[in-house]
Each structure stands twice: as C-alpha cells, then as structure tokens.
T-cell receptor, first 108, second 115 residues
Framework: QKEVEQDPGPLSVPEGAIVSLNCTYS??????FMWYRQYSRKGPELLMY????GNKEDGRFTAQVDKSSKYISLFIRDSQPSDSATYLC????????FGGGTRLMVKP | EPEVTQTPSHQVTQMGQEVILRCVPI?????FYWYRQILGQKVEFLVS????????KSEIFDDQFSVERPDGSNFTLKIRSTKLEDSAMYFC?????????????FGAGSRLTVL
C-alpha cells in the first residue's frame, strides 16, 4: 500500500481560479503535514506546514488536514500564472514521505 | 534569506566511478538530510545526520553511500561505485530542530547522470 498518494495532474486552470490539491495517506502515525512547491529543476520550497487537524491560512493559500479521513488539501485562491509549478505534499516527522506531486498550470 | 547551497549543479560520471556531492547547510541548523528524486518519480528520503552521526537512513542508503561533515560547514554525500540507477537529482536539506518540530529547507539540487 502506497504511503502517500497524490493525483499527478496536470491540472490546468485559468488565472483567478480556485485550485484544490489533495493527498491521501495510509499511516495514521504521521503527525506533520507540509506542502512544498517545486519549480522545474529546483528544490522543493516549503509553502505550508501544519500539525493538527483543521485549517491553516497564509495569504492566498489554505492548508486543510482531516486526520480521521487521512486526507490533506491545499487550496489556492485567485491563482496566478506564477503559481504554475509542481505541488508536493509531504508527511511525517524526521523522515518526510512525499507524494508524487501534482503539476499545476495557471493560464493567463 | 539563508539558503542551502549545493555543488555541483550537474555531474556526469561513468558507471563504477566515485562521486561526491557537496552541500553547505544553513549556518545555525543542526540537522542535515539527503533526499533524491529520480526523474518522474517521488522525492525519497536517503539519510538524516545529527551530531556527526547518522540518525536515520532508508533502505536506499546502502553500503555504497556515505555521508560526512568534514569541516563544520560542508555536508557531503559520497557514492562509492555509481550505478546507472543512481542517476537522479540529489537534494540536501537542513533544519534547526528535528524535522516535524521544525521545517526543512532544501537546496536547489545536484543532478547526477551516470553513463
């Protein structure tokens, strides 16, 4: 059973759209939930980090964790072309387990 | 903003050769990590390092791999005898505290191509 699953996309949306990115995970022991953004041929860049179930907002980004369903989401409001990247969920503790990434394209 | 620096950005080597990838973590960080990403696949954990010793390693990190912090600033990953399947992007990361309690900052990566 795969530990962290993520729809690979690509997901193509028009500028200004609301984007929803999701991951499911299998190990209920996971405690920390992160979203990274990765541009082509670059390292992952941390966007959001949460510990508990619930929502966390940072500007246009909202991270949501539902531990009972083992489901995490990232919402991007008013998406911009500069948001075009691969979004990786990462779950765990000292050793992060990454999802495969969802490629997002925001068209002007 | 502080950043993790990795060199080289790209290295091409022949199968069976030794390769050393170098990283300069953020200066006040104490935990160091290597991850790798084979083209088109997930980012995978290799090893974590704290207080001059390995704290955790994955199944991927076999006897062909070693890590070292030779001089208090650099953090290196050595692959003794490279195989074709070692071709990947290798990311160094560092954190101030144990990941989870704190967050990892990744470098831009070193692309290794084994021919």
């Amino acid at each position: 059973q795969k530990e962290v699953e993520q729809d690979p996309g690509p997901l193509s949306v028009p500028e200004g759209a609301i984007v929803s990115l999701n991951c499911t995970y299998s190990n209920s022991a996971f405690q920390y939930f992160m979203w990274y953004r990765q541009y082509s041929r670059k390292g992952p860049e941390l966007l959001m980090y949460t510990y508990s179930s619930g929502n966390k907002e940072d500007g246009r980004f909202t991270a949501q964790v539902d531990k009972s369903s083992k489901y995490i989401s990232l919402f991007i409001r008013d998406s911009q072309p500069s948001d075009s990247a691969t979004y990786l969920c990462a779950i765990g503790g000292n050793m992060l387990t990454f999802g495969g990434g969802t490629r997002l394209m925001v068209k002007p | 903003e502080p950043e993790v620096t990795q060199t080289p950005s790209h290295q091409v080597t022949q199968m069976g050769q030794e390769v050393i990838l170098r990283c300069v973590p953020i200066s006040n960080h104490l935990y160091f990590y290597w991850y790798r990403q084979i083209l088109g696949q997930k980012v995978e954990f290799l090893v974590s390092f704290y207080n001059n010793e390995i704290s955790e390693k994955s199944e991927i990190f076999d006897d062909q791999f070693s890590v070292e912090r030779p001089d208090g600033s650099n953090f290196t990953l050595k692959i003794r005898s490279t195989k074709l399947e070692d071709s990947a992007m290798y990311f160094c990361a560092s954190s101030r505290d144990r990941a989870g309690a704190n967050v990892l900052t990744f470098g831009a990566g070193s692309r290794l191509t084994v021919l």
